[in-house]
């Protein structure tokens, strides 16, 4: 029968072995060795993916803030600098929210995950994987009582559905920075990252200021007008998606069908027109419910629609109604909103 000859990586003696065996004692410094080359480049690619798993959770753990409060933000604005499609008004909407929780609603400034392109710290560009370690972090150890938020401004798009989940046969994604390199960022994914997580007593909030966001998060249900002007609960889901008992509740900037648009409307200066009607609403009226803020919304949004086709009447005009969805049905009318 054949053998192959092997020297000790210890001592380099030569070691005689049958072939198919995996290791040998060397009979001179007693030396344990690999014998088989296939084996030990597998063993070898194992230990590499560990290694690699630990440097990754490390650099995880570096990324993400340290301080740990009862309410949390991460508020992700991308302006697509050198694009042709770039957003000059993404940062000015986050800046905008950050006033808005930290002022108006009790965040603290050191729970409040920043993701722009202009952050100095590497980890906080909204590039595809900074953008996942972010919603990671929101979601992290969350106990009953915390209270969640997550914004984006920013592209989004759709892509056909894969594992037939969708009604409409699209899945909705988020367009990160690197997304022509790293890919989007899948409704899928959202909802398992930042929903599926949530246990009872935890209420996460939404607010996605981008086209073809109405099921963003892929809750449940969705907030519809019948025939009366009454908003009503429809069950929009092919398979369950909801939480753990918590409640996840998305307001954004349109239909799966529409676009969104940034506008001068409202004050002469570029601005989300989601984000400024949602943050006019929360700033001045008192004792809100849902369908109070989303009908104050819309109404703030359909205006800036009129101001715009009134000055530039050949232009393409906004054509978004904001929307509601939730991982559970509650009563539109007298539900409170509370952040």
């Avoid at 349109?254 to 943050?279: E, M, P, R, V, W």
């Avoid at 919304?297 to 393409?316: D, E, G, I, L």
Wanted: glycine share 6%.
């Amino acid at each position: 029968m054949a053998t192959t000859a092997q020297r000790c990586n210890a001592c380099g003696r030569t070691l005689i072995k049958m072939p198919g065996s995996q290791y040998e004692i060397c009979p001179v410094c007693h030396t344990v060795n690999l014998f088989n080359q296939k084996i030990k480049g597998r063993v070898l690619f194992r230990i590499g993916q560990f290694f690699n798993a630990a440097v990754n959770q490390y650099q995880l753990d570096l990324q993400q803030p340290s301080y740990r409060g009862r309410k949390r933000a991460v508020l992700c604005g991308i302006t697509y600098n050198g694009h042709k499609k770039k957003l000059e008004a993404s940062v000015h909407n986050v800046k905008s929210m950050q006033q808005l929780l930290i002022n108006k609603l009790g965040f603290p400034s050191a729970s409040i995950f920043v993701l722009t392109e202009e952050e100095s710290d590497r980890s906080r560009i909204p590039t595809k994987r900074n953008i996942q370690v972010a919603l990671q972090w929101l979601v992290r150890g969350c106990q009953p009582g915390d209270s969640l938020m997550f914004y984006y401004a920013g592209h989004a798009t759709q892509i056909p559905d894969e594992d037939g989940d969708e009604i409409d046969g699209y899945d909705e994604a988020l367009c990160p920075l690197d997304y022509r390199v790293a890919g989007s960022i899948l409704d899928d994914e959202i909802n398992a990252t930042i929903v599926a997580p949530l246990p009872h007593g935890v209420t996460l909030h939404c607010v996605v200021d981008t086209c073809f966001s109405g099921t963003l998060l892929d809750l449940p249900f969705l907030c519809t007008i019948n025939r009366d002007g009454l908003y009503k609960w429809e069950e929009h889901q092919l398979t369950n998606k909801g939480t753990r008992g918590g409640k996840a509740v998305c307001i954004s900037a349109c239909a799966d069908d529409q676009i969104s648009a940034d506008t001068s409307a409202f004050t002469g200066k570029a601005i989300g027109a989601l984000t400024y009607s949602f943050i006019q609403t929360i700033e001045n009226e008192s004792k809100l419910t849902y369908g109070a803020l989303l009908t104050s919304m819309r109404k703030k949004v359909n205006h800036a629609q009129q101001v715009v086709s009134r000055f530039m009447p050949r232009s393409s005009t906004m054509k978004q109604e904001p929307q509601l969805s939730s991982s559970t049905r509650f009563e539109i009318y007298s539900e409170p909103v509370k952040f």
